[in-house]
Structures are given as structure tokens and as C-alpha cells.
């Protein structure tokens, strides 16, 4: 039986509804729809979907850090805007992390998210990679 590892980010809202901000199954890992919260829990970046998007972007890299994971395993993002006309800031920073690694993506607009103030959130799915250090 395969192993199922549940990693949290201590936000009060996960035991409320019921979920974890990834899930580890093998060399799997799917992380929730991530935005720009800070670790004071306010949303980072103001009004700039570029820095919303970069901020959710660390917050799901830290989530695959706890995993076991790493960016470079990420094979597939989807990103969740409020605005399809920030398609570029978004994409700009989307590419800044992750141009070498080319995962497949989609980006739709969402009439809205939880908060006012979240103009992107962002999932992400990795595999682990076997890696030489590792074998």
C-alpha cells in the first residue's frame, strides 16, 4: 500500500474545510489551489498580479520542500485569475520560474476567489524525479 503524506501550511482554514496545501502519494504530489498570502496570512503584492503570482509561486515551492519535492518536478500548473487581461504579468512571472522546467499549464479566468484582494491562485502537480544523489 502506498504511503499518503499530508503536508499542511498551518493556515486555520485547512481543518476548516477539510483539506491539506499538498499531498505526497509515492513520487507524486498535488498541491491546492495556492495564492499570495504571506505568512502573517495577508495577501502579498497589493494590486500586482506579477507579485501576487511570484508570491504564490514561493508559497507552492515551499509546499513541495515539505513534500520532498522541488520545482524542477512540477509537470503540470494551473493558474486561476480574476483579470485574463493581466495574461501577461502573470505569464512573465509564471515563466520566470519555471522557463527551464516547461511544465504544461492552463490559465483561466475565475469570476472571482475567496478574497477581493487574490487575483491569482495557482495548483501545481509534481513527480519526483529518481535522482543520482538519491539512487
Known amino acids: 500500500m502506498s504511503e499518503r503524506i499530508n503536508v499542511g501550511s498551518g493556515a486555520p482554514w485547512e ?11 509515492d513520487r507524486h ?32 515551492a515551499a509546499a513541495l520542500e515539505r513534500a520532498g519535492a522541488r520545482l524542477e518536478d512540477v509537470v ?8 485574463i487581461a493581466q495574461w501577461e504579468a502573470i505569464g512573465r512571472a509564471h515563466g520566470e520560474v519555471f522557463a527551464a522546467i516547461r511544465p ?22 509534481a513527480l519526483i524525479s529518481v535522482r543520482p544523489e538519491a539512487a
Do not use: F, H, K
Open 76 to 83: 503540470r500548473t494551473r493558474i486561476y485569475v480574476t483579470d
Open 29 to 60: 504530489v498535488y498541491v491546492a489551489g495556492t495564492t499570495a498570502t504571506g505568512a502573517d496570512g495577508a495577501i502579498v503584492g497589493g494590486a500586482d498580479p506579477y507579485l501576487q503570482t511570484r508570491q504564490a509561486l514561493a508559497n507552492i
Open 104 to 125: 504544461v499549464t492552463a490559465m483561466v479566468e475565475v469570476a472571482r476567489l475567496i478574497d477581493p484582494a487574490m487575483l491569482v491562485e495557482i495548483e501545481a502537480d
Open 15 to 25: 481543518s476548516r474545510v477539510g483539506y491539506s496545501r499538498a499531498v505526497r502519494v
